[in-house]
């Protein structure tokens, strides 16, 4: 069974970085063909992709937020790491990290329950 | 980038009732591997995404089958043959085919 768990602080201030764990199990990300995604969304709002990386640490940014990006992944620790600089309040919103995978079709079958993170000073 | 719109943003619907929801995409979704990656997810209030669709019409394990996929290259429709309460929250269309991955702006599925 795969399940994944965010983690990561509730309350940032502007212009600090993010860090957000996604701690999960059920596979391994040095199997062929998986990956883990992170996706937001803020309050009321629509799924924003962000960032992927696939067990061949090939990793994917969204254009619009590449810059301030970064995704890693501990396989020995079944984690994600990603990490998003300058942060602004525009930046509140519900973060989702997800199990991705060839075997249906590259989509989030799995997702964690997702973590609020807000962003005031 | 590719840009995913779906029709309606909002759509009421009677209890036992048929319900479609429409999903476009600015650019084929065909791969170059000959698959197409078009995705269907539901969030209910309050719960995270939840995989219903993918490959246009393939159901997730544990899926109904009154959930079905259908359509091809650029247009792509989820159908909900009979409604049913639990059914009620806003669902998403997702491509997967070409980076930067992109979701529609949902539909919202309410009772009538």
């Known amino acids: 069974q795969i399940t994944l768990k965010e983690s990561g602080p509730t309350l940032v201030k502007p212009t600090q970085t993010l860090t957000l764990t996604c701690t999960f199990s059920g596979f391994s990300l040095s199997t062929s063909g998986v990956g883990v995604g992170w996706i937001r969304q803020p309050p009321g709002k629509a799924l924003e992709w962000l960032a992927l990386i696939y067990w061949d640490d090939d990793k994917r940014y969204s254009p619009s937020l590449k810059s301030r990006l970064t995704i890693t992944k501990d396989t020995s620790k079944n984690q994600v790491v990603l990490t998003m600089t300058n942060m602004d309040p525009v930046d509140t919103a519900t973060y989702y990290c997800a199990h991705i995978g060839y075997s249906y079709g590259f989509a989030f079958d799995i997702w964690g329950q997702g973590t609020m993170v807000t962003v005031s000073s | 980038d590719i840009v995913m719109t779906q029709t309606p943003l909002s759509s009421p619907v009677t209890l036992g009732q048929p319900a479609s929801i429409s999903c476009r995409s600015s650019q084929s979704l065909v791969h170059s591997d000959g698959n197409t990656y078009l995705s269907w997810l539901q969030q209910r209030p309050g719960q995270p995404p939840r995989l219903l669709i993918y490959k246009i019409s393939n159901r997730f394990s544990g899926v109904p089958d009154r959930f079905s996929g259908s359509g091809a290259g650029t247009d792509f429709t989820l159908k909900i043959s009979r409604v049913e309460a639990e059914d009620v929250g806003v669902y998403y269309c997702?491509?997967?085919?070409?980076?930067?991955?992109?979701f529609g702006q949902g539909t919202k599925l309410e009772i009538k």
């Open positions: 997702m491509q997967a085919t070409q980076f930067p991955y992109a």
